[in-house]
C-alpha cells in the first residue's frame, strides 16, 4: 500500500468551460479512520455533471467546493481498516459524494453501501446501481410522471443518467427519441431501446428534426442538458407535456453568466406544460424500491450499460472535461485503483 | 330597441401593442334565434387580456379570430326571445367567449348561466362568478397547490384575476405579495388584504424589491405577466416554489416575436421550483363547486372586488388597450346597454 495519499484540489472557480488548471494535485498521509468510521481506497472513482454546479460561487442546492478545498464525488473502493462493527476490512462499497477526488478517505457508515457482486459487476454501483439510476428513475416515473404511451425525448441520451433514462422509459411502455452528439452515440442508443433519435449538431433545424421524429408532440421531456436542445423541444409540446430539469450542462462553460436566449412562457401556456426542478435527494425515503426494481431489470437483461473508464487519478479532472464536453459515450468513470 | 346590431370586428392582426385601428365597427340586422337557442342583448362587455392571444397568428390553445371575423368575449345580457324551454325572456345570464363584441348575439344554453342578483350584483358575474374567479381559484389551489403558511406573489395583482387570487390567497392563509404599477393599486391591494406589495415601475432592482418583502423567498408565484415580473421573482424562489403561468399579458406588444431574455434553468433546478402551465377549461368538472366556494366567501365579507367600466360599445377596443398597458384598477368591463 502507499504511504501517501494523492489528491485532487480546487485552485479556482472556472471562468466558463474548466479546465485542467481548475485543479491541482498534492500528496498527504493517510488518514487514520476514528471511531465509529472506515478508511477506504478508491477503486473508480466518479465524474458527473453535478459537479459543475460544485465548482462555481453561484448559489447551488447545497455547498460547493472553494478554492483549496478537496475536490467532491463518489467512489467505489475497498475497506481496508473498519472503527466500526457495521463494516470489515476487504468488503467492497460504494460511497456518496464525500469520497472526494483521492485515493484514500475516511468515511462513516451512513454514506456508504455494500456493494454485492452477485447483483452486478462493480462499476455498476456508480451507474444504475448509484444516482444515475435512481436519477433516472425518479426524475422519469416521478417527477415527470412518465405513462406508457408517452413520447418520451432524452437529451444528453447516451448519457449516464440519459442511457439508464431512456430504458426505463422502454421498459415503462414509451416510445422514447435520444438527442445525442454523434452517429456514434445514436447507434448506441438504438441498442439500448431508444425508438428514435436525433443528432443535435448535425441538424440545421434542431426544432424542425425534433419534430420530424415526434409528429404528435413530446410529452415528457427528461432534460439534462438545457441550451439549444431545451429551445427544441419548448416548441415541440404536445398538450399537459410534463419537463424534468435534471442537469444544464450544455450551461458548463458560462455558469457564471446569464444564460440569455428565447424563453417560451407562451408555449407552456398555451400547452398547460409543466417544468419541473429535479434533485434526487428529495427522493431518498423511496431509494430502496428504486434499486430493487432496478437491480430486477438488469437480471432480467433489461437494462444494458456502457462504460467510458479513464485510467489513473492523474486524469480524473481530464476525464472530468471529457464529459462536459460530450466526449465520452455511457457513464464516465476514472480507474484509480485494483479491484 | 335598436333595429340593427352594432359588431366590433377584427381589421387585421396587431404588429407589437395592438392599436384601435386593428377593429373596425359594422352594422347588421339583428340576428333571430333558431330553435333551441336565444336572442340576448347586452348589459356588459368583457375585456380581458386572453383576448390578446385571440388575436394573433401564433399557435394558441383554441382557434383564433381572424381578420374580418367578429372579436370574441363573453357578456352580462339580457334574453330578449327565447325559442328554448331553458330560459325566458326577461331573465339575466352571462355568456361565454362566444357571445362577441356586439350588442345582440344568438347564444345556446350550454354556454349561458342564468344570473342571480340575491348571490351578488350584475357586475360580479363577469368576475368572481365568472372566468376571472374560476381562474384565480383553479390558478392557486389547484395548479399551484398553495397551503396556508406558503408566501404567494401575484403579477397584475390589482387587476381582474389578481384581486382575486390575492384575497383567495389571504383566505388560504398566505402571506400575500402585490406586484403591480402604480401607488394607487398598491393602496387598492392593501385594501383587499395584501400584506405587502411592489410598484414595479419605480423600483430600480426588482429583483432585490421582492427579496426585501420575500425575505425567505417565494413559494408560490401566480404569473399573470411574464417579463420583468417573471425575471425578478425566479431570482426569488423557496425551494419547492411552485408557479402558475397564468397569463403574460406584459408580451401584449410582443406576440409575433421571440421572446428574449434570461432563462432561469438552473434557478429552476436549484430550487426545484415546478413551472405549471395554466388554462381555466382543464378545471371545468369542478367549477360548480368553486362557484358556490367563491359566493360563499364574497357573501360573508371575505371577497371585495373593484370595476373599472367604460361606457358605449363605441370604447370597446380602448377599454381593451386600457388593459394591456395596465391603467385599468379592478376589473375591466364595458357598459354597452340599460341594466
Known sequence: MNSTNRQWKLVSYPTGMPTESNWAMSESPIPEPSSGSMLVRAIYLDVAPYMRGRISSQKNYTAGVNPGELMVGGAIGQVVSSNTPAYQSGQIVVTGHTFGWQEFAVVEPSDVRLVDLDIAPLPCWLDFLGMNGLTAYFGLLQAAEMQAGDTVVISAAAGSVGQIA??????????????????????????????????????????AAIARVCPNGVDVYFDNTAGIIHDAVMQNLA?????????????????????????FLR???????????????????????????????????????????VEGLENTPKAFLRLLTSKNLGKQLVKVGQD
Chains 1, 2 share one sequence.
Not at 170 to 183: C, E, L, M, P, W
Not at 281 to 307: F, I, P, S, T
Open 239 to 263: 398538450a399537459h407535456a410534463r419537463i424534468t430539469i435534471c442537469g444544464t450542462v450544455s450551461l458548463a462553460d458560462k455558469f457564471d453568466q446569464p444564460d440569455i436566449g428565447e424563453r
Open 267 to 309: 408555449n407552456i401556456l398555451v400547452s398547460r406544460a409543466r417544468i419541473q426542478g429535479f434533485l434526487v435527494g428529495d427522493y431518498q425515503h423511496h431509494y430502496q424500491k428504486a434499486w430493487a426494481r432496478l437491480a430486477n431489470w438488469y437480471q432480467q437483461g433489461q437494462l444494458k450499460c456502457e462504460y467510458d473508464i
Open 166 to 207: 431512456g430504458q426505463i422509459a422502454k421498459i415503462s411502455g414509451g416510445r422514447v427519441i435520444a438527442i445525442t452528439s454523434s452517429k456514434k452515440k445514436l447507434g448506441w442508443c438504438r441498442q439500448l431501446g431508444y425508438d428514435d433519435g436525433v443528432n443535435y449538431r448535425t441538424e440545421t433545424d434542431l426544432a
